[in-house]
């Protein structure tokens, strides 16, 4: 752990711009962020190039915002900044803004690993009544457009990952049937306030991978289920297949993380992620916790969404001495070497 007191963080890994001041205990004393959902939802998702540029424009208005709002630098002792998971591009004007920032600032610069944040977002505390985060260990159930997975947290610099998607993470099966269903982008939150209105029982779609032995998930089997549906029938209910889909991925997503607490006999579960704010999963989660005996933490929705507040506290954890690049996949999923801008290097052939 480092020796800084406060520490400025930089969030550009998808289609969020974000700075944060956060202290050493967690408290967040500035949290800005600049989205650019109206510029992708006429896509229907987000457009790489789009996202860049659009980094670009907003990095220094919201950098500013944030250092303004603390006072200026002198209550600033160091820089941190999301390296990867992300797009390439979008992480390139993170990290490069912020080796300028930091180089000219001559504060510290720290890379931080985005998924690292999310597993430690559940310590932060917007305000000083705010309930102190989870003790570890703990496990986290990360959930995204990105990810979904497993981790064991057993303190704040160690972490194992038990299971992952094989295919689809479940923000992107959200999306998906929700750009089948012509609702719109994002999908997740579309899709959880219509399925208030629909009857979960209404579409018997399948449940993958739930009574596997092993913490993995798969859902795009359920991504051809919805668009069957669609295709056979024009008029479909959409409350209710939203209702019957929403059903499916958090019964999945609840029921493996609770069986993955009590194999580690971890008596608490955090959820994570941007899937975390969605209602049904929260509900369902606390529902099936209450009946294990498991403590549940969820994160106030501002904290489970990409944010610069989670990277600046990871970076109080993160081993400052590491060289900052970029890398558009974790390192522990991608095994060999990588290059200096973060890109894997293949395995020669025969080698």
Known sequence: ??????????????????????????????????????????????????????????????????????????????????????????????????????????????????LQGHLLACHLRHDDEAPVGPGYPYVALLVSGGHTALYRVDEPTGNTLLGQTRDDAAGEAFDKAAKLLGLGYPGGPIIDRLAKEGDAAAFDLPRPMLHRKDHDFSFSGLKTAVARIVADDEGVSRPDLAASLQGAIVEVLARKAVRCCLEEDVPRLVLGGGVAANRGLRQRAGELCAEAGLELFVPPIRSCTDNAAMIAYAGFHADGDEPVAVYSRAPNRVRGRFREDGTHIPRRAGR
């Open 1 to 114: 752990m480092t020796d800084h007191q406060t520490i400025l963080g930089l969030e550009t890994s998808c289609d969020e711009t974000a700075a944060a001041v956060v202290r050493a205990d967690g408290r967040v004393l500035a949290d800005v962020v600049a989205s650019q959902i109206d510029l992708h939802a006429r896509y229907g998702g987000v457009v790489p190039e789009l996202a860049s540029r659009a980094h670009l424009r907003a990095i220094v208005p919201v950098v500013e915002e944030a250092v303004e709002r603390v006072g200026g630098w002198d209550a600033i002792d160091a820089v941190a900044v999301t390296q990867g998971p992300g797009l390439v591009g979008a992480l390139l004007v993170g990290v490069q803004f912020a080796k300028a920032l930091a180089w000219a600032r001559d504060r510290p610069l720290i890379g931080v690993d985005h």
